[in-house]
């Protein structure tokens, strides 16, 4: 019974804590000829906020601890984010390293089988997860449970931290799961989109890798997962962030207690020089013979997190792709009805990540989708965005920042964040005036600065036969097949 009241009492409570999604305003732009009625108005006042500033600690073997309190509900959440652990530092005959380690966490410790893990979260409501994804720096564990059991679950999230034994058998089951997603993803052609953009943008970088392969797969053994975890997974550089149900004041020393056999190390996060963006432009081609659309990426590197310009950029591509009131989706979509959705989107990390454009085009309409691509490229750069149309995606990102705010784990992720790049304590304070004040020069000059025909990527998966002359107007074309092989120009 109490078990069942626990569970039904995670499930309640899960719900009341998942924030209602956000639904972009829609508005027309120049090149729409989709009348928009019924919007909603919308207020003229400047979104003012003051977010819960996290207690701050630094623990004896150099965690570095972030705790905001909530004590509306029963629950706590926390995060792990391990710097230097993630696949930006794996060997380049290796990739799927950091991943694997990741995913192994919960198959087995010096004292659980990987059974006795799942039905111990299970027993205690618990929810313990574990993911490196490819680019990233770090690896980041997540957990979360009822407040009356914390250090019940805590224990066994430390035991996954601090203890795993990666056993044998586990991993060659593991091995196999990941080698069926690997063929499974070769007849995915927003895969082998990721794949062939992020190598060609990317270039000698480790956030070209988007996937490990088989011949990696088979080469990791478990005494491989044991040296990466026991080299990479080091406290020092790492950051615990506790949201809910907790009082700082007790946490800390019992966090000191709990995790004194984590024991700091030398190891510091030397990231791989950064990315450079192409200087001129490169037409890659998939070959998927008889494919019915072309998936089209165009783009090229960008910025980091710490660029003076991210403000700009974010309210630029709002503009551009940022979602369906944008003006890539108005054109090739409602106007055009060449595609069901193109979208535009940056990256920016440590180093600098790419900005990038795209979507789902029939075939047939592969060549009017490339004009008007450029045609709205062309448009941001040369026009300055009218006003009604600046301000309203703005108040669009000022909303959903505004909503997001509602979700107590975006809260302990804006506070990460914060901690991980150095920003001043009031950063997510005055984030909706940095949006707001945010003027059409802005947009203008980072759209040249950063969106530049002449030195686009470009990469197109679909049938060569039909689509090669139409790619050979952007450029020279390199052909491929879905394996990731030239088989000619």
């Known amino acids: 019974m109490k078990r069942s009241k626990r569970i039904a009492i995670v499930l309640v409570t899960a719900l009341v804590w998942i924030g209602a999604s956000y639904a972009q305003e829609e508005h027309g732009t120049d090149t729409s000829k989709v009348e928009r009625k019924g919007r909603a108005p919308v207020s003229k006042d400047l979104l003012k906020v003051t977010l819960p500033k996290p207690s701050e600690a630094t623990l004896s073997n150099g965690l570095t601890v972030l705790i905001i309190e909530n004590h509306r509900l029963p629950l706590i ?11 930006i530092f794996e060997a380049a005959n290796l990739p799927g390293l950091a991943g694997i380690t990741a995913q192994m966490l919960r198959e087995g410790t010096k004292t659980r089988s990987s059974l006795q893990i799942a039905e111990q979260m299970d027993q205690l409501g618990a929810s313990i997860s574990a993911s490196a994804p490819f680019g990233d720096p770090a690896t980041v564990i997540n957990a979360s449970g009822l407040s009356d059991n914390f250090e019940q679950w805590f224990v066994l999230t430390n035991d996954l931290l601090l203890n795993p034994t990666f056993p044998g058998d586990e991993l060659n089951r593991l091995k196999q799961r990941v080698k069926t997603q690997l063929r499974q993803q070769r007849a995915n052609p927003n895969f082998l989109s990721r794949e062939a953009f992020n190598k060609t943008v990317y270039g000698s970088h480790p956030a070209a ?3 490990a392969t088989n011949e990696s797969i088979d080469a990791i053994t478990p005494d491989m997962l044991a040296k990466w975890h026991q080299e990479r997974y080091a406290p020092q550089n790492a950051i615990l962030g506790i949201t809910g149900d907790v009082k700082a004041s007790e946490i800390v020393p019992k966090l000191e207690k709990w995790l004194a ?3 700091k190390t030398d190891l510091k996060e030397l990231l791989p020089p950064n990315p450079k963006p192409a200087v001129s432009k490169r037409v890659v081609l998939v070959d998927r013979p008889n494919s019915v659309q072309t998936t089209v990426t165009l783009g090229n590197i ?7 310009d991210y403000v700009a950029l974010t309210v630029t591509n709002h503009i551009l ?3 369906p009131a944008a003006r890539l989706f108005l054109n090739l979509r409602e106007e055009k009805g060449y595609t069901y959705g193109v979208y535009s989107s ?3 990390v440590k180093y600098p990540g790419a900005w990038r454009a795209g979507g789902d085009v029939r075939t047939e309409v592969t060549a009017g989708a490339m004009t008007e691509f450029y045609r709205e490229f062309q448009r941001i750069r040369d026009e300055k965005v009218p006003s009604e149309e600046l301000e309203e995606a703005k108040r669009a990102l000022v909303a959903s920042f505004a909503l997001s705010l509602e979700r107590p784990a975006e809260l302990l992720g804006y506070a990460i964040v914060r901690k991980i790049y150095g920003f001043p304590r009031d950063y997510w304070d005055t984030y909706p005036a940095q949006i707001m004040v945010v003027t059409a020069d802005d947009v203008q000059r980072v759209a040249r600065k950063y969106i530049n025909p002449e030195n686009l990527q470009i990469v197109a998966v679909g049938d060569a036969g039909r689509i090669k002359p139409i790619m050979e107007k952007y450029g020279p074309v390199e052909v491929y097949d879905a394996q990731g092989k030239k088989i000619g120009n």
């Open 209 to 211: 890798t988007v996937s």
């Open 77 to 87: 959440s926390l995060q792990f984010n391990l710097s230097g652990a993630g696949p």
């Open 302 to 308: 960008a910025i980091d997190r710490r660029d003076p």
């Open 261 to 263: 056999g984590w024991k």
């Open 346 to 348: 940056f990256a920016a």
């Open 321 to 323: 792709g940022g979602g």
